[in-house]
């Protein structure tokens, strides 16, 4: 057992063990009607929140959210253990709820140099193991995530917490900070893709079935939602934003 710091909490009479066994697939979650996201909040250094939401079209109801932090010592041992902690739970979460989509921060571009490239490490592996599970990935800037959930783009932690607890109809504020942010963006996600749908506007650019990005990953290791044609200048994939 890795020396990570978790805080978790779940739905009332939802109350989960181990993430191990099966569930139905994110694509059977659409059948039924609800489209289920994983929202995930990458830190450079602090807890990385998680948080786990679906919607049938005219309510919203949380099923999983939590953070995790990598203990100072375990880092210390090993450069790569928060990279490797985060992919793992990350895996784990996918593997757990089969989300349809998965929705995550981009990188706030005024951060200085060294946290950007800590937080974009963070990302990535995110990103890998999203593609790793065929699951789309849609990025949102932290602005936009604000101006959707709280109205307004400048809203401090303990609004988005509040927020957050209203829309989601919680019986208490999701914990940490960061578990709060995570649910905020798959909220987010569940917005923008509702009002595509209401007003039938034409699909985002990841818009690949589950079953070709999971043949993509397995030739080219990149799911199509990170197309090696759309590349920016150094070879980087670009990564779908509704920016």
């Given at each position: 057992m890795h020396a990570t710091k978790h805080w978790q909490g779940c739905a009332e009479g939802r109350r989960l063990g181990a993430m191990t066994g099966t569930v139905s697939s994110g694509r059977q979650n659409e059948?039924?009607?609800?489209?289920?996201?994983?929202?995930?909040?990458?830190?450079?250094?602090?807890?990385?929140?998680?948080?786990?939401?679906?919607?049938?079209?005219?309510?919203?109801?949380?099923?999983?959210?939590?953070?995790?932090?990598?203990?100072?010592?375990?880092?210390?041992?090993?450069?790569?253990?928060?990279?490797?902690?985060?992919?793992?739970?990350?895996?784990?979460?996918?593997?757990?709820?089969?989300?349809?989509?998965?929705?995550?921060?981009?990188?706030?571009?005024?951060?200085?140099m060294r946290t950007a490239l800590r937080l974009a490490e963070v990302r990535g592996v995110i990103l890998l193991a999203a593609a790793q599970h065929g699951v789309l990935v849609y990025s949102y800037a932290?602005?936009?995530?604000?101006?959707?959930v709280a109205g307004h783009g400048h809203a401090?932690?303990?609004?988005?917490?509040?927020?957050?607890?209203?829309?989601?109809?919680?019986?208490?504020?999701?914990?940490?900070?960061?578990?709060?942010?995570?649910?905020?963006?798959?909220?987010?996600?569940?917005?923008?893709?509702?009002?595509?749908?209401?007003?039938?506007?034409?699909?985002?650019?990841s818009s690949a079935k589950p079953r070709a990005l999971r043949a993509a990953v397995g030739s080219t290791g990149l799911p199509n939602e990170i197309r090696p044609g759309s590349t920016t200048r150094g070879g980087l994939p670009r990564i779908v934003s509704t920016r």
């Open positions: 059948k039924n009607g609800w489209l289920r996201v994983l929202g995930v909040d990458p830190a450079a250094t602090g807890p990385t929140g998680y948080g786990i939401v679906e919607s049938d079209g005219r309510r919203c109801r949380m099923l999983y959210y939590g953070a995790m932090k990598v203990a100072a010592k375990r880092q210390k041992g090993c450069a790569g253990a928060a990279l490797q902690d985060v992919h793992a739970r990350v895996c784990g979460l996918i593997e757990k709820f089969s989300p349809d989509a998965l929705a995550v921060e981009s990188v706030f571009t005024a951060l200085n932290p602005r936009e995530v604000k101006a959707r401090g932690k303990q609004q988005m917490q509040l927020m957050v607890r209203a829309l989601l109809s919680m019986n208490e504020t999701p914990e940490p900070s960061d578990a709060a942010d995570a649910l905020a963006v798959a909220l987010c996600h569940l917005q923008v893709e509702q009002a595509r749908r209401r007003f039938g506007l034409p699909e985002q650019q």
